[in-house]
């Protein structure tokens, strides 16, 4: 029997299944895509206006209904509480870096004065604003070639997005700067994929189990705990990274102000199987530092 893959319509979303179905299928399982639209597909409004699950809820909605045996979310777009209704895997992690397309082959530090850059997010709005504060930051919704026709356009000089998607659809030389992750310091689960079904599906269960990643699911599990512990949804300008150190797990955190005057920093490192604890003693330094204050 071929499993059903729930995925959103987008050429990311599809792209992002594909590579879950070709990895299934090198494990000897047999899956199809299959299209479900969600809210954030069609209403064009600010994701942080119209909700933090606006993009994975319907997903959820019809794995949950056995529309689909499988669904395949960007980890960074799922509300940080667990859902007992799914079991989740993490597979193998693209990069997490954020990077800029810019007129004329631009860096960020080389952009004129008062230069429009589209980006809705907080999280990145508040850090191009710490680096660059004389630009504007513009609202932006929409598809990677809906944002990046933008620039092409001159209606902006530079759109911010994720590496990983560029990469992922074969575009990932059209990045004029891939910033680096210290500096301008990625979303939780930036790069990383979340495979759920339903918990009681032992065949699809077995199916993805085969496919995850210990070391990925653990360390964007901990960059979610960062979030989860500061109470911020994915629309906050709190901002997670993690590396590994010589085999132990480094987790890097900041938050910033949207004018990006104000930055709280804090790390901590330790072994893979202490991820959630390492996630918790990151964000208890940021509320010790005041990061209650900057997010509210």
Known sequence: MSLKIGT???????????????????????????IVTTHGDVNMAPVERIGVGVFTQALREALE????DIAVHSFKD????PDPRFHLVVPKRADARDCLIAR?????????QGAKI??????RISQVMRLRPDV????????IDTRMSKVRSGELDAVVLAYAGLERVGRGEEATEVFDPEIFVPAPAQGALAIECRVDDEQARRAIDAIADAW????ALAERVVLNRLEA????PVAVGSSNIDGQLRVHAVVVSLDGTELLEAQAQGDIAQADAIGQDVAQSLLDAGAAQILQ
């Open 8 to 34: 959103r319509g987008s050429l990311l979303a599809t792209t992002q299944s594909g590579h879950v179905r070709d990895a299934l299928a090198e494990q000897g399982v047999e899956a199809e895509l299959h």
């Open 78 to 81: 799922l509300p940080t509480e």
């Open 216 to 219: 990925a699911q653990s360390a």
């Open 233 to 236: 949804g994915c629309t906050a």
């Open 118 to 123: 589209g980006t809705g997010a907080p999280r």
């Open 136 to 143: 504007e930051c513009v609202p932006l919704r929409g598809n």
């Open 104 to 112: 004329d082959g631009l860096r960020l530090e080389e952009l004129p």
């Open 65 to 68: 209904a056995g529309e689909c």
